[in-house]
């Protein structure tokens, strides 16, 4: 494949998954506040189960499309499965008319819906050293998404409603298909693209797992991911419900925090390639705590949203996931990016089901859910710490070897 083509093919992804954001992000934000007032849902222990059905099929299953994309050595295949999981699972979310044909939509949705996220990543870290870089510039083209999502359904959420806003996604997420399927092209992998882990590819997801450091990324990136989604699953509720403040400033929030990754996510991941992930890693961790702990004491809807704008998902993201391309192989770049993705969904999951318990039965309130969020980032911060080592070896090890070769 010639560098043009290649390059090409790199942009179309960065297009299609933008789209495929802006479709994600209309309905992601209002999900807990549409159980709550459209599909009448009352009891924050159900509500929040509901809201956790997709990121926990999607835990299981997103390692599972990971190996299966290693298997067959192509990329382009999972990434449209993915996408057209995402369009019909938004289609038929506006028909629904209660909590359980929701329940059932998403379940289904989400085993195809998974396939996306691990193909595309796995895709861009292929064939290049620039593995940060890319996962850098895929977080800015998902966060522009993100932000033209969530000002258009912050707008459209109140004349509109959640049925209208479902079936504009599902037209959005058309268009990331038609992207991904014309213009995206496979890529071939490159031995010399991973100097310290080629020799080491392993045959089955099980035997990755075995990696140094490898459990230790997964469990940071499913705690910290717990203790955000904890409080993102009823962030609406919060804005909105608790401090009175307008559908608007969710949309506002959500577009705060895209916006802010659309100017600096790109040169994270130059840093990450230049320095290594570990360092960023622990400052967003940091962020969460320091991002839980405000939102915990805000006391009016400006400064909750404020404070929900922090970009810090973005250098979350982008650091954990460079961390584990850097410990894979082009061979074995799906599992490596299904099993990160899987642990975030795993935190996706239980976040909101741990947090559903607390406000029922502990809080009885919806605010205080933020120190779930402290708590599970402080140890998501330790284990990051203790990942620091590990990635400074990685770095010194593919500087000799680069040398070497040189």
Same mark, same amino acid.
């Given at each position: 494949?010639?560098? /043009?083509?290649?390059?090409?093919? %790199? ?69 449209? %499965? ?6 019909? $699972? ?16 998403? #379940? ?6 998974? +396939?996306?996220?691990? !193909?595309?990543? =796995? ?17 800015? *083209? ?23 806003? &479902? /079936? ?7 268009? +990331?298909?038609?992207?991904? &399927? ?16 080629? +020799?080491?590819?392993?045959? +089955? ?15 940071? *990136?499913?705690?910290? !991911? ?31 925090? $895209? ?9 994270? @991941? ?7 992930? =570990?360092?960023?890693?622990?400052? *967003? &961790? ?12 805000? =006391? ?7 404070? #929900? ?23 074995? /770049? ?14 996706? *999951?239980?976040?909101?089901?741990? @947090? @559903? ?14 120190? %779930? ?14 990942? &620091? ?6 770095? /010194? ?10």
């Amino acid at each position: 494949m010639n560098v /043009r083509l290649n390059e090409r093919s %790199i942009l179309a992804v960065y297009v299609s998954y933008a789209f495929l954001a802006t479709s994600q992000a209309m309905s992601w934000q209002f999900i807990s506040y549409f159980i709550l007032h459209d599909l009448q849902v009352t009891n924050f222990f159900v509500l929040n189960i509901i809201w956790s059905i997709a990121p926990l099929v999607m835990m299981v299953t997103m390692s599972l499309w990971g190996s299966a994309s290693d298997k067959i050595r192509k990329r382009k295949p999972f990434m449209l %499965i993915g996408m057209l999981g995402y369009g019909a $699972t938004n289609l038929f979310s506006s028909f629904v008319i209660d909590g359980f044909q929701y329940s059932i939509v998403l #379940f289904i949705g989400s085993i195809f819906a998974a +396939s996306a996220i691990p !193909a595309g990543q =796995a895709h861009l870290t292929t064939g290049t050293k620039k593995k940060g870089e890319r996962i850098g510039f895929f977080m800015v *083209a998902q966060s522009a998404g993100w932000f033209f999502g969530a000002i258009m359904s912050g707008f459209l959420y109140a004349p509109l409603g959640m049925f209208f806003l &479902y /079936r504009l996604a599902a037209i959005i997420c058309l268009i +990331s298909i038609v992207i991904c &399927y014309v213009f995206v092209t496979e890529i071939a992998p490159d031995s010399n693209s991973d100097p310290v882990i080629v +020799s080491q590819s392993s045959s +089955s997801i099980i035997d990755y797992v075995k990696r140094p450091g490898i459990l230790k990324l997964a469990f940071a *990136a499913a705690f910290s !991911a717990l203790g955000i989604n904890a409080i993102a699953s009823v962030m609406s509720i919060v804005i909105v419900d608790e401090l009175g403040g307008l559908e608007f400033y969710v949309g506002l929030a959500n577009a705060g925090a $895209t916006l802010a990754a659309v100017l600096f996510t790109g040169y994270i @991941g130059k840093l990450i390639d230049k320095r290594g992930p =570990a360092g960023v890693l622990i400052g *967003a &961790y940091v962020g969460y705590c320091l991002f839980a702990t405000g939102f915990a004491f805000a =006391a009016d809807p400006i400064t909750a949203t404020i404070l #929900f704008a922090m970009p810090v998902y973005a250098l979350a993201s982008t650091a954990a996931i460079s961390f584990a391309s850097l410990m894979s192989s082009d061979a074995e /770049r799906g599992r490596a990016m299904g099993l990160i993705n899987g642990a975030q969904n795993a935190g996706a *999951a239980f976040g909101p089901i741990l @947090g @559903g318990l607390f406000i029922e039965y502990v809080f009885l309130a919806v605010q205080p859910v933020s120190w %779930i969020g402290v708590v599970f980032n402080i140890i998501a911060l330790v284990l990051a710490i203790s990942l &620091y080592p590990v990635a400074q070896k990685i770095r /010194r090890q593919n500087s000799q070897i680069t040398v070497d070769m040189d």
